[in-house]
């Protein structure tokens, strides 16, 4: 789910086309992002498998925070290793992709129903694979209705919408 969160996120920060953003598995999780440039060369974030440094430069921008997180110890002998996301293992992949580009409302659909069923998950009401379905289940269901976003206020009533819908689907899912 996280992956999927990020392809959405690449897409409104970067302002690139769904199908120029990829994803890939990283174990190590030293890797936080990485820019591939025309000429072929690329640029990539490192620093210790958490998210405190890439969190504090995103909140400080352009600034970058002195200790956000730890340093890394080059001294130390590192893997970088990178694999294919499998789609049909991973089928969230796909489902955030098709909300991006089909747009409007579907990306804060996404990812409300999912904060929904992240919450529904570790209160321990539901499997940790029913956060995907009931996220899927949510985006079918509100996912013909949206129109396109104004403004804050219809992000806010989209989101509100997509909570209430993922709260009645997890209820059933619960049961």
């Known amino acids: 789910m996280n992956k999927s969160l990020e392809i ?13 953003i990829e994803a890939v598995i990283h ?9 591939e440039y025309v000429d072929g060369s690329t640029l990539a974030q490192l620093s210790p498998p958490n998210m405190k440094g890439p ?23 590192y893997a970088l290793e990178f694999e294919p996301i499998d789609n049909e293992r991973f089928p969230v992949i796909e489902l955030a992709r098709r909300c991006g580009e ?4 579907l990306p804060a659909i996404f990812n409300a129903a999912n904060e929904v069923a992240v919450a529904a998950f570790l209160a321990g009401q539901i499997s940790f694979t029913s956060i995907i379905e009931s996220v899927d289940l949510v985006v079918q269901k509100l996912g013909s209705a949206v129109n396109p ?3 804050l206020a219809d992000v806010s009533a989209i989101e509100n919408d997509a909570r209430k819908v993922a709260g009645e689907i997890l209820e059933k899912v619960a049961k």
């Open 149 to 151: 976003i104004r403004d």
């Open 27 to 35: 174990p190590q999780s030293i890797v936080h992002s990485l820019v």
């Open 8 to 20: 959405i996120e690449a897409h409104y920060l970067f302002d690139m086309p769904y199908r120029q």
């Open 55 to 77: 969190i504090a430069y995103a909140i400080n921008w352009p600034v970058r925070l002195p200790g956000a997180t730890k340093t890394m110890d080059w001294s130390q002998q």
């Open 102 to 105: 089909l747009g409007g409302g």
